[in-house]
């Protein structure tokens, strides 16, 4: 690595999808989608933001300084989500249950304990599918999938699905975005933020609902 690229790989924030996108471009969507899905380190990563901020700067009315190709967009979040889940799978097989008790992450553990809900609630195909769709949620299942032994054609079968459904859909969400409304990147920061509001939605309704069965319970009891 040159000076040049250190001293840029230094100045990225990593918890900002425009800073990513401008400092690594296609590359570092399967990076981050790579890390996010498949390493419990990755589980802070800004999945949802990167993916439709992506799509936004692709469309041909925003006037940025960056501007990406829909394909090489598309293939990347694909090749990295995927590939991701896959791997967080299968050290999930090899140890993910050991892995999480090492970790002092509070939120990894929240994760864990929804993921399980998830399966439990769902069974295997819905759950692994609805993960996709919700925060630090979607980097825990995989892993927990692999230590539950799910069955590897079910659970490959469903992520990739889900895989797909997500980051397609969240691409072409922002690239349609970006298309139908001119200099949409002015208000870019706003709209990050409302994808982030948006796609913690579920994890809300999950803690509601989990509240509300430990009450019942308590009551019951």
């Known amino acids: ?14 918890l900002d999808a425009g800073s990513l996108l401008s400092a690594f471009g296609a590359l570092g969507i399967a990076v981050v989608l790579f890390a996010e899905t498949g390493l419990l380190v990755g589980f802070f990563l800004p999945g949802d933001s990167l993916l439709f901020t992506a799509g ?21 979040a ?19 249950r050991a892995l999480l008790a090492h970790s ?18 769902y069974g295997h195909a ?20 692999g230590a539950l032994d799910v069955p590897v054609r079910v659970f490959t079968v469903w992520q990739v ?34 994808v982030v509001l948006v796609s913690l939605i579920p994890l809300a309704l999950e803690v ?3 509240r509300a069965r430990r009450a019942s319970e308590g009551r019951a009891s």
């Open 1 to 14: 690595m040159s000076a040049a690229q250190f001293a840029v790989a230094q100045a990225v924030n990593v």
């Open 208 to 210: 509601r609902r989990s």
């Open 126 to 145: 819905k759950a692994v599918v609805l993960a996709r769709f919700v925060p630090v949620v979607r980097t825990v299942l995989n892993p927990l999938a």
């Open 161 to 194: 699905t889900g895989g797909l459904v997500w980051t397609v859909g969240l691409v072409l969400a922002g690239y349609a975005l970006g298309s139908s409304v001119p200099n949409v990147d002015r208000y870019l920061l706003p709209l990050v933020a409302l």
């Open 104 to 121: 002092r992450a509070r939120r990894l553990h929240e994760g864990a304990a929804r993921a399980e809900g998830l399966l439990a609630r």
């Open 78 to 96: 694909v090749a990295g989500a995927l590939v991701g889940a896959q791997t967080g799978y299968w050290i999930g097989r090899r140890g993910g």
């Open 56 to 76: 936004l700067l692709c469309a041909g009315g925003t006037h940025g300084s960056v501007h990406l190709a829909l394909p090489q967009v598309l293939a990347a």
